[in-house]
């Protein structure tokens, strides 16, 4: 068996009672939550249904604003359902990122029989700064190869579906303690 006694960051333990409000999502808080992605036809992207929760501090970039924004105000038990328009959840479509390589640059990649590459296929870059880019094959040509920089799922809705499972208020901290 175990217990959570949650300290505020300076006392002694906290103790909600029926009278005190719960915990809400907000700046800072700790949420644990199962969640699913979707598209809007019901196509599933990601989900954590059926496997470990996930837990996150709101505002440390595990998850994206749009995706935070839609659970601000929602306490433990809550469950959300939102459809994201893209501009909330990976971004709208930046033409900018879709780019033109010469196709010999590629020589070596095309060539592989092994593991053949087509319009498609992801394909890993090195920016500047030895980051790795993933990049989406859009068009091979024959003196032309082009690339999309832009997120898989950017310029599409995303059904966005949590179930929060416990908040904990910033300034709180939990101690599983184990009996």
Same mark, same amino acid.
């Given at each position: 068996?175990?217990?959570?006694?949650?300290?505020?960051?300076?006392?002694?333990?906290?103790?909600?009672?029926?009278?005190?409000?719960?915990?809400?999502?907000?700046?800072?808080?700790?949420?644990?939550?199962?969640?699913?992605?979707?598209?809007?036809?019901?196509?599933? $992207?990601?989900?954590?249904?059926?496997?470990?929760?996930?837990?996150?501090? !709101?505002?440390?970039?595990?998850?994206?604003?749009?995706? =935070?924004?839609?659970?601000?105000?929602?306490?433990?038990?809550?469950?959300?359902?939102?459809?994201?328009?893209?501009?909330?959840?990976?971004?709208?479509?930046?033409?900018?990122?879709?780019?033109?390589?010469?196709?010999?640059?590629?020589?070596?990649?095309?060539?592989?029989?092994?593991?053949?590459? =087509?319009?498609?296929?992801?394909?890993?870059?090195?920016?500047?700064?030895?980051?790795? $880019?993933?990049?989406?094959?859009?068009?091979?040509?024959?003196?032309?190869?082009? $690339?999309?920089?832009?997120?898989?799922?950017?310029?599409?809705?995303?059904?966005?579906?949590?179930?929060?499972?416990?908040? $904990?208020?910033?300034?709180?901290?939990? !101690?599983?303690?184990?009996?």
């Amino acid at each position: 068996m175990s217990s959570e006694v949650m300290r505020d960051s300076e006392h002694a333990p906290v103790q909600a009672s029926a009278g005190e409000p719960a915990s809400v999502v907000c700046a800072g808080a700790r949420v644990t939550l199962h969640f699913s992605l979707a598209l809007p036809d019901g196509t599933e $992207i990601d989900s954590n249904y059926g496997k470990a929760p996930a837990t996150f501090r !709101v505002g440390d970039g595990n998850l994206l604003p749009g995706f =935070e924004a839609a659970l601000m105000g929602a306490g433990q038990g809550a469950s959300v359902s939102v459809v994201l328009p893209p501009e909330q959840a990976f971004g709208a479509v930046n033409p900018e990122n879709v780019q033109s390589f010469p196709r010999q640059r590629f020589a070596g990649l095309l060539a592989n029989t092994t593991d053949p590459v =087509e319009e498609g296929t992801v394909v890993s870059f090195a920016d500047a700064g030895g980051n790795e $880019i993933p990049g989406v094959l859009r068009q091979i040509g024959e003196l032309h190869v082009v $690339i999309d920089f832009n997120h898989p799922l950017a310029g599409r809705e995303i059904l966005f579906t949590a179930d929060i499972l416990s908040v $904990i208020a910033p300034g709180t901290q939990a !101690v599983k303690i184990q009996l």
